[in-house]
């Protein structure tokens, strides 16, 4: 069983930063590791993803302003989200895959607000 514990989460002003962190446990073979968001009476969209190699992907939206990366010794996910607006306002949510079964595992969500 993966564990996934998620931080960084917070209100930040238009035009701030933020850096979520997701560290998972329970398991070597990690395969993706990506952020994905939802906000209030939306459904769940894709934020960016990481393969175990190293290879990254963004929503088109978010080029530019969100970066991944992720520690493969920590088996850490990052998201720096930089000149944030209110409509980047959602819950983020981490997910994982494992290499070996495919299986997905989801983190439990951190709100970010972004708020004047």
């Known amino acids: 069983q993966v564990q996934l514990v998620e931080s960084g989460g917070g209100l930040v002003q238009p035009g701030g930063s933020l850096r979520l962190s997701c560290a998972a446990s329970?398991?070597?073979?990690?395969?993706?590791m990506g952020w994905f968001r939802q906000a209030p009476g939306k459904e769940r969209e894709l934020v960016a993803g990481i393969t175990s190699g190293g290879s990254t992907y963004y929503a088109d939206s978010l080029k530019g302003r969100f970066t991944i990366s992720r520690d493969n010794v920590k088996n850490t996910v990052y998201l720096q989200m930089n000149s944030l607006k209110p409509e980047d306002t959602a819950v983020y949510y981490c997910r994982v895959q494992l290499s070996l079964s495919s299986t997905v595992y989801w983190g439990q969500g951190t709100q970010v607000t972004v708020s004047s």
């Open positions: 329970g398991s070597r073979f990690i395969d993706t």
